[in-house]
Every structure is written in structure tokens, then in C-alpha cells.
Nanobody, 122 residues
Framework: QVHLVESGGGLVQAGVSLRLSCAASGRTVRSYAMGWFRQARGKEREFVAA????????DYADSVKGRFTISRDNAKKTVYLQMNSLKPEDTAVYYC???????????????WGQGTQVTVSS
């Protein structure tokens, strides 16, 4: 069983940076692919970023490429999402996800966190 807890969300102004963290528990979580999704009010949940178990491979949605960076620290069982140059359209609940095989767009990871709200004001 894998348990994911997100933190780091908040209310910020456009243009600033924010870093989200996702603490994972579970014996084998270090071997899991992990990622971030987001869901804005009234919209479907969408893929944001993913990272392989080793950290050697990453993937990003076009809307965040060049602004967001996903990373992981397997010793701490933690995944991060560094978000720079935030825009009002980045406002959403951000969810951490984990899967033993792969995390990516059009995939449904096995495990989800409860989410953390990010609000970007203009």
C-alpha cells in the first residue's frame, strides 16, 4: 500500500515561484513512477508532470514546460514540483500520484494523494 501526502500549496501572486512536495510511504515506493496532476474548478483533472523511479526520465504537459520542474529524493521518499513564473491559469488543486509502472497523460495511476490547493492571483 502506498500513501501520498502533498504539501506546499497556497495563495500567491502571478510571476512568483512555489514548490510542492509529496511525501510517500510504503516499502516499495522508491521503485514507483510518480507524478503530478491538477484539476481546476469546473474542469477535468489533467496531467502536469511525471518522473521515473530513478529520476532519469521526466515528462511534462506542454502548458508547464520550461516553468515547472519535477524531481524526487528516493532517500526521503519525496517528490517535488518546482513551479516558476506562475500564472492565474495554474490555479488548481494539485494531486500527487504514484504507479508501479508509469505515470503519464491518459494513464490512471494506482495511488493518489488528497491534493493541495494552489491559487495564483493576477
Amino acid at each position: 500500500q502506498v500513501h501520498l501526502v502533498e504539501s506546499g500549496g497556497g495563495l500567491v501572486q502571478a510571476g512568483v515561484s512555489l514548490r510542492l512536495s509529496c511525501a510517500a510511504s510504503g516499502r516499495t515506493v522508491r521503485s514507483y513512477a510518480m507524478g503530478w496532476f491538477r484539476q481546476a474548478r469546473g474542469k477535468e483533472r489533467e496531467f502536469v508532470a511525471a518522473i521515473s523511479w530513478s529520476g532519469g526520465s521526466t515528462d511534462y504537459a506542454d502548458s508547464v514546460k520550461g516553468r515547472f520542474t519535477i524531481s524526487r529524493d528516493n532517500a526521503k521518499k519525496t517528490v517535488y514540483l518546482q513551479m516558476n513564473s506562475l500564472k492565474p491559469e495554474d490555479t488548481a488543486v494539485y494531486y500527487c500520484a504514484a504507479d508501479p509502472v508509469r505515470v503519464g497523460p491518459n494513464l490512471s495511476p494506482d495511488y493518489w494523494g488528497q491534493g493541495t490547493q494552489v491559487t495564483v492571483s493576477s
